[in-house]
């Protein structure tokens, strides 16, 4: 067991252009989920995923953000034409979520975006 | 998911126990109390649930109140390692989380 990674872990861009992140979620864990955290603030819910169905999307999560999940396995991330607000912490989740079961969801250590 | 009440700072000496206080008096009777931390520029890391009963791992206690509107959550041992903000969360047994502004714990020499 490796833990959630996420790639890349710094990402500066322009404004106006288009970036990607990815996430490996634990092996097997067929939840995966994406949080953004802002400075000084704690992480706030974008969408998630189980297995390949994308379950909840958050009203954070704008018409510039798509997420993916093809196979069950990675999920990226895309921002379309950054905006400077899209400067945060993009953060990965994933947990072994059954039936009846008490979800812990184990982070990865984030992306850090910089758009200028 | 009920709204949880923490202070936003606290301050432990090394070695002695770290008490950090969560309210949560709305909370049903179906949700679960959950504490992670976050390290600073890490990502927030899994500590300890429970429902009602207290609980205890490798790294802390879980002391839920018999009516279950407040909880503790104790380091028995703090380290300087500790330093981190402590969120605590209440929620159903599975979905999204929902992260308050949390507790600044500072663990000094």
């Known amino acids: 067991d490796t833990g959630v990674s996420q790639n890349p872990r710094h990402k500066i861009t322009k404004r106006g252009q288009n970036v990607t992140f990815r996430c490996d979620p634990i092996s097997e864990h067929n939840r995966l989920y994406w949080y953004r955290q802002t400075l000084g603030q704690g992480p706030e819910f974008l969408t998630y995923?189980?297995?390949?169905?994308?379950?909840?999307k958050s009203r954070l999560l704008s018409d510039r953000f798509s997420a993916e999940r093809p196979k069950g396995s990675f999920s990226t991330l895309e921002i379309q034409r950054t905006e400077q607000g899209d400067s945060a912490m993009y953060l990965c989740a994933s947990s072994p979520r059954t039936s009846g079961y008490q979800e812990t969801q184990y982070f990865g250590p984030g992306t850090r975006l910089l758009v200028l | 998911d009920a709204k949880t009440t923490q202070p936003p700072s606290m301050d432990c000496a090394e070695g002695r126990a770290a008490n950090l206080p969560c309210n949560h008096s709305?909370?049903?009777?179906?949700?679960?109390v959950y504490w992670y931390r976050q390290i600073h520029s890490q990502g927030p890391q899994y500590i300890i649930h429970?429902?009602?009963n207290n609980e205890t791992n490798e790294m802390a206690s879980l002391i839920i109140t018999e009516d279950r509107k407040s909880s503790t959550l104790i380091l028995p041992h703090a380290t300087l390692r500790d330093t981190a903000v402590y969120y605590c969360i209440v929620r159903v047994a599975n979905g999204k989380l929902t992260f308050g502004q949390g507790t600044i714990l500072t663990v000094h020499p």
């Open positions: 995923f189980q297995n390949e169905a994308q379950l909840e």
């Open positions: 429970g429902l009602k």
């Open positions: 709305t909370i049903s009777g179906n949700e679960y």
